[in-house]
């Protein structure tokens, strides 16, 4: 089972940035479990920002709550993150995976580096 997150890069203040996460896995099923967005700042434990379940409900810390928006498309396989209003503290390295992890049977990977600066 393999998780790739893409769509990072380094945007101004104010700005948007859209992420994706690839689930692949051989005779794996991506659309029961509950998703995430986690994200890790150089210093800090790896927090979760958003979870979406299957229903593609979705739940989000207080920092990104009316800023960010989860989404996912089951028969694709695939997460997102929509991300706006970008702040510097959203600068991060920011992994999806399963919620809580290690349900999903996925390593971390790289994650998608995000920077927020003028």
């Known amino acids: 089972v393999q998780l790739q997150a893409s769509g990072g890069g380094l945007v101004q203040p104010g700005g948007s940035l859209r992420l994706s996460c690839a689930f692949s896995?051989?005779?794996?099923?991506?659309?029961?479990?509950?998703m995430g967005w986690f994200r890790q700042a150089p210093g800090n434990q790896r927090e979760l920002t958003a979870r979406?379940?299957?229903?593609?409900?979705?739940y989000y810390s207080d920092s990104v709550k009316g800023r960010f928006t989860i989404s996912r498309d089951n028969a694709k396989n695939m997460v997102y993150l929509e991300m706006n209003n970008l702040k510097p503290e959203d600068t991060a390295q920011y992994y999806c995976?399963?919620?809580?992890?290690?349900?999903?049977?996925?390593?971390w990977g790289q994650g998608t580096q995000v920077t927020v600066s003028s």
């Open positions: 995976n399963s919620v809580p992890f290690g349900k999903l049977g996925a390593e």
């Open positions: 896995g051989s005779g794996s099923i991506f659309s029961p479990y509950v």
């Open positions: 979406i379940k299957s229903d593609s409900t979705g």
